[in-house]
């Protein structure tokens, strides 16, 4: 036989049911736009119903509803796929970004680009070749020529910032992961404990998703929830790895040793993210150990931003090599032996301009690259270090040009370019030096003749300037140590009176050789240059000596081309990347987001509910009073 | 499906944000008027757009040239007009001094003359084109006659003074013209002047003239009307040259201009924004995103919410 008051008791757990439920409300509501929030449901569930016992019947009646659990709806499934996209849409966002500031910097197709330059470098030649003997001419090729540099040194320092500021925020970046690291590893200590007290941390499983959702914007990752069973109680053993270079995972966070310690570090931390000292590879350590090598395991690239950094990073190196490829092309081959240590890319030795570099050594040249090998060069920093005093002969540039009018041959030419390689018209080809012991007492050879020079600054050196025999117009900055020519270090060496601008010489007054004043042919020749074939370093070619044939024009414009179709590719990964996070982020608010509606509609039920509850009572309360009356 | 709030201002968000990055590259399309602004916009076409501003400046530059070369060459033609002019009137002279009637004194004044007809083909020797001279091949700093000589009688000159003797330099200033084309925009003196020792050298058979009048030397003078001609005779030749010189610096002026044209047409067809496209398009994303907005004003705000009265 129940009693008198149950109907209370009843219509009492149906207002703190209804109480719940217009709570759960309120929190989808007020969490509504709360970043990793799952909405909330109220599980309602029966009370256990008792026997009337009268008479034998057996009847039930129940006792009103209770809250079972509040759920949290969502979705692993739907949370790793959008971990896993938007990792990739961070990364194809950083390349953008970095062929965006590429595309700014090389400032192509404008009026103020290196293309312009050249083609105004070309043209101030042409110019003299006409009108050799006036310093206006003279003076706007060494203007000119000076234009060309200043555009290549900025272009390749502004590469160089970029390449800087992407190293800086690579290693933000790692910084941001280890501090998400060690507050998703809090975190899931703390889920544990209250798990195992019986309790159910919604708000500390929200949190831990929207860190989990952070990490994925810098990396990816795998994330493993495993229920155990202890005495009784479950709780989610949480594990997080990354992976190697080797496609090995390694374990970042240890779910099998939860920390209930509150200690600092948590045990379950086990590892972290460094920069290796010596390659600058993003490297797995052990949790405490902020510094690595390239013995460390590296982190394998599969998207989020530091995987975007590292190839950017790679791909402005390979913008800086094509400048210094076309620095290097544009003036010429030429030994060099350095007065200072100088430090080149380490990622960029196999690459051109450094593989056509070779060393002179007791035993012959060798290869930059091998060499470094041979020697052991330690790597620091993603650099290795030349030492001074070491002769490095650089090979770009080397180029066949016949000649517009004839070359007065002199003492200098004779003993310094021997070796060069000839061509008379109608005679086969020779050594300088073999034509002169075939024809002995030729003061000059003839127009027509092809010669196989080095460079730009080889042919100047044949020719004549007012002062004498002509200079190198281009050197690598005189501040430095004697490096090879590059992008960041090339400058115009001479002045307008030092410039060659024809091939023929004369005396003047004071017995000195001039040029003739009126000979315009060497002029004309480079002014004519823009067509000029010469052999580049295949980019793609990874440690041969494959060359592709082109003018230096075509060079850039091919790199241009290059840069227009990553770019382009980058374009379309972001927006293939941004509309896929949509769908996915689309598909979770289906399922976890809050709806205003169902949210109200609820209220409206709970809201009716608790007064029909209210109700109830007053009906028992009138009844009670009654019965009290009646007495 | 079940829809939130949340999907809602997402998507009308994404599409927003996709309606101004079209709205932006359509944008700078039109105030750019160009259709490739950066290397992703077509990275073949980019390479062309490279290729053909070079050539166009490379053009420019031949045209630039080719214009140079024709005036220069034409000052160099009427230089040249002068010294036959100067040449022809010593022959009139001549002719005069072989008149057997002429007396001395007339021979004198006839003689006074062609000294200063001398001294004036010494000046036209070394005439210069901006400061450059223009009969002395490629040497153009130098003068390629004695320049005391022209302030002399001719008896007076001898050895290194005397024009006749003088070798000039045999080489040539060149314009290019583009397409491996050049031009020589010089002629050596001896060229036009006769070589030095030659029978038609200019500045020997007027000093012979000058000799042979003031000795009063009928036979001589008559004797070196042959040598005039003759002169006259080289002059025209290489006049006829410079002449056909300055016609191929026209032809190569026109042809210049033509593929400059041609070329400009190829960077425009590459380059220019097609503007009726342009617009129209633009037209269009701005209608859709105009709309998006609007729908997006009345649907986000709207919920349950909004129906239901405080209290009720």
């Known amino acids: ?631 | 499906m079940r829809i939130t709030q949340g999907m809602l201002s997402n998507q009308v968000l994404y599409d927003i944000e996709n309606n101004l990055q079209q709205l932006s590259k359509l944008e700078t399309e039109a105030s750019t008027g160009k259709r490739i602004n950066e290397p992703a916009d077509d990275p073949i076409g980019v390479q062309n757009v490279m290729i053909y501003q070079m050539e166009t400046n490379f053009d420019q530059e031949y045209h630039q040239n080719a214009t140079n070369a024709q005036s220069q060459l034409n000052f160099l033609s009427s230089v040249m007009t002068e010294a036959q002019n100067v040449v022809s009137r010593a022959r009139d002279l001549a002719v005069e001094g072989a008149n057997a009637t002429e007396t001395p004194s007339d021979m004198q004044a006839l003689a006074s003359e062609v000294g200063q007809l001398y001294d004036q083909l010494v000046t036209i020797g070394n005439s210069q084109y901006n400061g450059q001279y223009i009969f002395n091949g490629a040497n153009t700093a130098a003068a390629p006659y004695p320049t005391q000589a022209a302030n002399m009688s001719p008896d007076a000159v001898s050895g290194s003074l005397d024009p006749a003797q003088r070798v000039t330099n045999s080489g040539q200033v060149y314009m290019d013209l583009g397409d491996g084309v050049t031009l020589p925009i010089t002629v050596s003196g001896n060229q036009f002047f006769g070589n030095q020792g030659a029978t038609n050298n200019a500045f020997s058979v007027l000093s012979q003239l000058y000799d042979a009048l003031n000795s009063g030397d009928h036979t001589q003078v008559d004797n070196l009307l042959n040598s005039l001609d003759s002169v006259i005779e080289n002059m025209n030749t290489v006049q006829a040259n410079v002449g056909s010189l300055i016609n191929r610096a026209q032809m190569m002026q026109t042809r210049m201009t033509d593929l400059s044209n041609s070329v400009t047409q190829q960077l425009s067809n590459v380059d220019d924004a097609d503007m009726a496209q342009v617009l129209t398009n633009l037209n269009s994303i701005s209608a859709v995103e105009q709309a998006s907005l609007e729908v997006g004003a009345q649907a986000l705000p709207m919920s349950l919410v909004n129906f239901l009265k405080p209290g009720a």
């Open chain 1, 1 to 631: 036989m129940p009693s008198t008051f149950l109907g209370l008791q009843t219509a009492l757990r149906g207002l703190e049911v209804s109480q719940a439920g217009v709570d759960t409300v309120s929190h989808n509501v007020d969490n509504a736009n709360t970043p990793g929030y799952a909405r909330e449901v109220l599980d309602i569930g029966e009370m256990p119903s008792l026997p009337l016992g009268q008479d034998g019947n057996t009847s039930m009646v129940g006792q009103g509803a209770q809250v079972m659990q509040i759920q949290r709806i969502q979705s692993d499934f739907l949370n790793t796929q959008y971990r896993a996209q938007n990792a990739a849409l961070y990364q194809a966002n950083v390349v953008q970004s970095t062929l965006n500031q590429v595309s700014g910097i090389l400032d192509e197709p404008s009026s103020s680009g290196i293309s312009a330059a050249l083609s105004q470098f070309y043209q101030a030649w042409d110019a003299l070749g006409s009108n050799p003997s006036d310093l206006s001419s003279r003076t706007s090729v060494i203007d000119a020529a000076q234009t060309l540099a200043q555009v290549l040194n900025q272009t390749s320092n502004q590469l160089s910032q970029l390449q800087s500021n992407l190293q800086n925020s690579l290693q933000t970046a790692v910084s941001q992961v280890n501090s998400l690291l060690e507050q998703i590893a809090n975190v899931s200590n703390q889920i544990v404990k209250s798990q195992q007290m019986g309790e159910q941390p919604n708000d500390l499983l929200d949190k831990r998703d929207a860190l989990l959702n952070q990490l994925s914007q810098y990396t990816s990752f795998q994330a493993t929830d495993t229920p155990v069973t202890e005495g009784g109680v479950t709780y989610d053993q949480f594990s997080l790895s990354f992976t190697d270079a080797n496609g090995n995972p390694v374990t970042m966070i240890d779910g099998t040793k939860t920390d209930f310690s509150n200690a600092n570090p948590p045990s379950n931390l086990v590892g972290q993210l460094a920069i290796a000292s010596d390659t600058g590879a993003v490297s797995i350590v052990p949790w405490g150990s902020n510094s690595a090598t390239s013995a460390d395991p590296a982190l394998s690239g599969q998207g989020g931003e530091i995987q975007g950094y590292l190839d950017s990073i790679a791909d402005v190196q390979t913008y800086q090599n094509d400048l210094d490829v076309f620095a290097e092309s544009l003036a010429g081959g030429g030994t060099y032996t350095l007065s200072s240590p100088w430090t080149i890319p380490a990622s960029a030795v196999n690459s051109p301009p450094y593989r056509s570099m070779y060393v002179q050594t007791l035993s012959g040249q060798v290869r930059l690259d091998q060499w470094i090998q041979s020697q052991k060069l330690p790597e620091s920093g993603g650099t290795y270090t030349i030492p001074s005093g070491t002769t490095i002969q650089t090979t770009l540039g080397a180029m066949t040009v016949t000649l517009l009018g004839p070359l007065d041959l002199t003492a200098n030419t004779v003993s310094q370019y021997g070796n060069m390689l000839i061509q008379v018209p109608d005679q086969a080809q020779m050594t300088l030096s073999e034509y002169l012991s075939k024809n002995p007492g030729a003061t000059s050879l003839p127009a027509g003749t092809a010669l196989q020079v080095s460079g730009l600054n080889q042919l100047l050196t044949l020719g004549f300037s007012e002062n004498g025999q002509g200079q190198q117009l281009f050197t690598s900055s005189l501040t430095s140590g004697g490096e090879p020519i590059t992008a960041a270090n090339i400058t115009v060496n001479i002045g307008p009176a030092d410039l060659a601008a024809g091939t023929t010489s004369t005396t003047d007054s004071s017995g000195n050789t001039v040029a003739v004043s009126g000979d315009g042919s060497l002029a004309t020749l480079i002014g004519n240059m823009a067509n000029q074939q010469m052999q580049f370093p295949n980019p793609l070619g990874s440690s041969s000596n494959e060359t592709l044939t082109g003018s230096l024009s075509n060079y850039w414009t091919a790199a241009i081309g290059q840069l227009g179709l990553q770019s382009q590719q980058a374009n379309n990964n972001v927006n293939v990347q941004t509309s896929l996070v949509q769908q996915i982020s689309n598909q979770q608010q289906s399922v976890s987001g809050v709806s205003m509606d169902e949210e109200m509609t609820n209220l409206i039920s709970y809201q009716q509910a608790y007064n029909a509850s209210a109700e109830v009572i007053s009906a028992i309360n009138a009844m009670l009073t009654q019965l009290m009356q009646n007495v």
